[in-house]
């Protein structure tokens, strides 16, 4: 198994609605990281865990979320958004968080209406 | 800090021929230069990827190649087919970083 699953594919939320974003993967990594992408753009590091810590937060706004219940499961979970905050959401994992190659989930598109 | 700036922006090439996307980064700590292609609706997949004790590697129909001196890095895909159609990313690494640092993409487009 070399994937990294993410859960949903697309959500539509308010701009008062909570909702959580899920990623899964059994390749035995213990580094995961969310990304987000908008439209013809790179990916933009949002936050990274190692070993089921939170490492590094990229000076993201408190209205993400980021969760890591297991060393194979990665929430985000979403509260209060903008529609700016309009994108795909990347799960990325890797073996350890430096010096190894990283491996992209699908992506959930999220919409803020 | 590391900035990578990719090019060219979008690339439109016959099926059969070759396609080639440059990428140069500034930091000379940089020492890991991955490769991720993009298709519609779906996040990047890692295609190839170089370390800078290396100056080349192959695998089938693309390569990448490494001029560390000049700071430069490379792919080149030949024989291009319409399913290599994609966007395509250039990142670099510093070994000490958690931080992949991506080119701003190309877009490729291969005519059938």
């Known amino acids: 198994d070399t994937e990294v699953t993410q859960t949903p594919k697309h959500l539509v939320m308010g701009m008062t609605n909570k909702k959580s974003l899920k990623c899964e993967q059994h390749m035995g990594h213990r580094a995961m990281y969310w990304y987000k992408q908008k439209a013809k753009k790179p990916p933009e590091l949002m936050f990274v865990?190692?070993?089921?810590?939170?490492?590094i937060n990229e000076s993201v706004p408190s209205r993400f979320s980021p969760e890591c219940p297991n060393s194979s499961l990665l929430n985000l979970h979403l509260h209060a958004l903008q529609p700016e905050d309009s994108a795909l959401y990347l799960c990325a994992s890797a073996r350890l968080a430096v010096r190894e190659k990283l491996f992209f989930g699908s992506g959930t598109q999220l919409s803020v209406l | 800090g590391e900035n990578v700036e990719q090019h060219p922006s979008t690339l439109s090439v016959q099926e059969g021929d070759s396609a080639v996307i440059k990428c140069t980064y500034s930091d000379s700590a940089s020492n890991y230069f991955p490769w991720y292609k993009q298709e519609l609706g779906k996040g990047p997949q890692l295609i190839i990827d170089?370390?800078?004790?290396?100056g080349e590697k192959k695998d089938q129909r693309i390569a990448v190649t490494l001029n560390k001196t000049a700071k430069h890095f490379s792919l080149h895909i030949t024989e291009t087919q319409p399913e290599d159609s994609a966007v395509y990313f250039c990142a670099a690494r510093k070994d000490s970083s958690y931080k992949l640092i991506f080119g701003s993409g190309t877009r490729l487009l291969v005519r059938p």
């Open positions: 170089i370390r800078s004790n290396v």
């Open positions: 865990y190692s070993y089921e810590k939170l490492s």
